[in-house]
């Protein structure tokens, strides 16, 4: 017999070559698995990196907020400094009103007395 003749087929070496097969494809399936959960893993270091980025829109979100409160300040201010010279010009020209009510009353007796 020559050195690459098979061996005869029974049951028993049919059996051997299906579980070899199987074990075989045990250990690829294995493998998989293996690279999907490394995989998974790189994908929750990019979540990691949204959770900073979720941070930053959080800490925008307050300059803006202070920001508008600043603004709203300024606008008040505003307002309250308006309102005072409005209401120092109305005091300006009720003293003037009275100075000249004054002054018409003098000149008037005056020119009472002339007549």
């Known amino acids: 017999m020559a050195c690459w003749a098979r061996p005869p087929v029974t049951k028993t070496y049919l059996l051997y ?3 070899a097969y199987i074990t075989s494809q045990v250990c690829i399936l294995e493998l998989q698995k293996k ?19 979720k941070k930053k829109r959080e800490k925008e979100e307050e300059e803006e907020e202070e920001n ?30 009275t100075k000249n009510k004054e002054e018409e009353e003098e000149r008037g007796g005056e020119i009472n007395i002339l007549i």
């Open 35 to 53: 690279k999907k959960k490394k995989k998974k893993k790189k994908k929750k270091k990019k979540k990691k990196k949204k959770g900073k980025k």
């Open 68 to 97: 508008k409160k600043k603004k709203k300040r300024k606008k008040k201010k505003k307002e309250e400094e308006e309102e005072e010279e409005e209401e120092n010009k109305k005091k300006k020209k009720r003293k003037r009103k």
């Open 17 to 19: 070559e299906a579980l």
